[in-house]
């Protein structure tokens, strides 16, 4: 069983940076590909970021290409979402998720553990 927690979410203004992390239990944590994921009010969840279990390996969803970053601590069974030049449209909450079986995916239907979500709110 894998536990997920983010935190680091908030109200930034448009333009702003925000950092958000997802601290897993368990001695596994380095064997798991790791994810962000989004929903915005009234839409479906989004795949945002993803990182392999090793960490050279990252993958980004075109709408953030550029702006936002993921990295992994294994040592702190930690992972990380470096959100930068946010826009409105950035709204959402975000979820981390953890995938056991692949080296990583972008596909939200292969992650098979989640946390509870974190709020972002970019105010224009």
């Known amino acids: 069983q894998v536990q997920l927690v983010e935190s ?3 109200l930034v203004q448009a ?10 239990s368990g001695r596994a944590f380095g064997s798991y590909g790791m994810g ?10 989004e795949f945002v970021a993803a990182i392999s279990r090793s960490g050279i390996s990252t993958y980004y969803a075109d709408s953030v290409k550029g702006r936002f970053t993921i990295s992994r601590d294994n040592a702190k069974t930690t992972v990380y979402l470096q959100m930068n030049n946010l826009k409105p449209e950035d709204t959402a ?6 995938v056991t079986a ?20 970019v105010s224009s």
């Not at 333009?15 to 897993?24: E, K, Y």
């Not at 692949?102 to 709110?121: A, C, D, M, P, R």
Request: with cysteine; hydrophobic share 35%; net charge positive.
């Open 8 to 10: 680091g979410g908030g």
């Open 15 to 24: 333009g702003g940076s925000l950092r958000l992390s997802c601290a897993a």
């Open 36 to 45: 962000w994921f989004r929903q915005a009010p009234g839409k479906e969840r």
């Open 93 to 98: 909450v975000y979820y981390c998720a953890a």
């Open 102 to 121: 692949l080296v990583t995916s972008i596909k939200e239907h292969e992650y098979n553990y989640w946390g509870q979500g974190t709020q972002v709110i």
